[in-house]
């Protein structure tokens, strides 16, 4: 395969992990976004585990709405889990409709109403409804505050780092709640990948119907953009409007991120700018494969004193539009990585550029388990000797 003919690969030990940093995104088309139009905003095309533009995306803001997006992602997981099914009813406490009911969006939940659970997630994804998010939580787990612990250790499960969550629906609660936009792709990418049938259910919808009324999404990219189909927006006088979208084209998966811009004209444009100019700015081309080995990693303590490396799924890779780089990739670890190891465990990364872009890293697993070391094998490796 030609792709990957053009890989020059080298392995390196690296004491640490690599530090963020500002950085430039080139692109033959460069994209016009204007600063006060999206103040924070990042692009990454998840096929190919790539930043294609980056505007302070590490810096925590506050999501709104967004917020129910890892709400989402819970009751999927738990859907996943077989302990929450779609077609059982939640019945909304008194206090919960009595306080959310008609705040915001709503779907005018009633004291001890039964509602399919089916009916709480449409509410949440297409409609923004925050009694639905409460409601939600409450007959999932009990209490709102349960399913935020939930929420929280979901999000450091998936390396969330920069966010915390203080409510179900991201009602202004104070400032607790904040994200990155790093963390909010995070968080997209495992909607999209962890949940493939749960989230073409629920994203992309443009309106659901409720009680003899029309509930409208308000993305401001499903139905313009081609393919896109997700995820959350958000808005309150705090935080601006946000979006959190997702857009897939030919097979090719782009999430952005919009934070604290100045109105909702401001959000679609950013958000329909950065999707277009995605697909536009740059080509995908095949890279690697689940069936191609990487390279190799040391191990210490095992039956084995190395282990051979591939990724975990497929990726692209993303250049330019009309360009045709020189690829470079190194295996980058910390290690000798100890014994014993699984297969499918992450043990490395491969950090992967090419001229006039700053480096990207893809996760790479053991091809095979590797048991502890026995007898003859600890015998073995003293006879070899310590690593160099």
């Known amino acids: 395969m030609n792709h990957r003919h053009a890989l020059l690969l080298i392995a390196a030990l ?22 006060a139009q999206a103040p924070i905003a990042l692009l990454v095309d998840l096929s190919a585990g790539q930043t294609l533009f980056a505007r302070e995306a590490e810096q925590p803001f506050l999501p709104a709405s967004m917020t129910k997006a890892m709400t989402l992602l819970v009751a999927f997981d738990l859907i996943r889990e077989g302990k929450l099914a779609e077609d059982a009813l939640i019945t909304v406490r008194p206090e919960t409709a009595r306080r959310l009911s008609g705040k915001g969006t709503s779907l005018w939940l009633k004291p001890n109403e039964q509602v399919a659970v089916r009916d709480l997630l449409y509410g949440i994804a297409t409609a923004s409804a925050n009694d639905a998010a409460v409601a939600l939580a409450e007959g999932a787990m009990g209490s709102e505050a349960a399913w935020i612990a939930a929420m929280n250790a979901r999000a450091r499960a998936l390396g969330m780092t920069g966010s915390s969550f203080a409510s179900a629906n991201g009602l202004p609660d104070g400032g607790r709640t904040r994200v990155t936009a790093r963390d909010m792709v995070r968080l997209a990418q495992a909607l999209i990948v962890d949940h ?69 004209a401001d959000r679609a444009a950013a958000a329909r700018a950065m999707a277009e100019w995605g697909y536009a700015a740059w080509d995908s081309r095949p890279f690697l494969g689940t069936d191609w080995i990487v390279g190799s990693i040391r191990v210490q303590g095992g039956n084995a004193r190395s282990v051979p490396v591939a990724v975990a799924r497929p990726f692209t890779i993303a250049v330019p539009a009309g360009s045709h780089p020189k690829i470079s990739a190194r295996i980058v670890y910390n290690g000798p990585v100890r014994a014993p190891l699984a297969k499918g465990q992450m043990v490395a990364r491969l950090e992967v550029g090419f001229a006039g872009q700053p480096p990207h890293f893809l996760p790479l697993v053991a091809t095979q388990a590797v048991g502890p070391a026995g007898p003859i094998d600890r015998l073995v490796n003293g006879l070899l000797g310590p690593f160099s």
């Open 196 to 264: 493939p049938g749960l989230y073409r259910r629920y994203f992309g919808q443009h309106r659901m119907d409720w009680k003899g009324q029309v509930l409208s999404s308000r993305n401001p990219i499903a139905g313009i953009v081609a393919g896109a189909d997700g995820i959350k927006t958000g808005h309150t006088r705090e935080a601006g409007y946000t979006f959190l979208g997702a857009v897939e084209r030919d097979g090719r998966r782009l999430v952005l991120v919009i934070g604290k811009a100045p109105s909702e």
């Open 14 to 35: 690296l004491p640490g992990a690599a530090t963020s940093r500002t950085v430039l995104y080139a692109a033959a088309q460069p994209i016009e976004l204007p600063q």
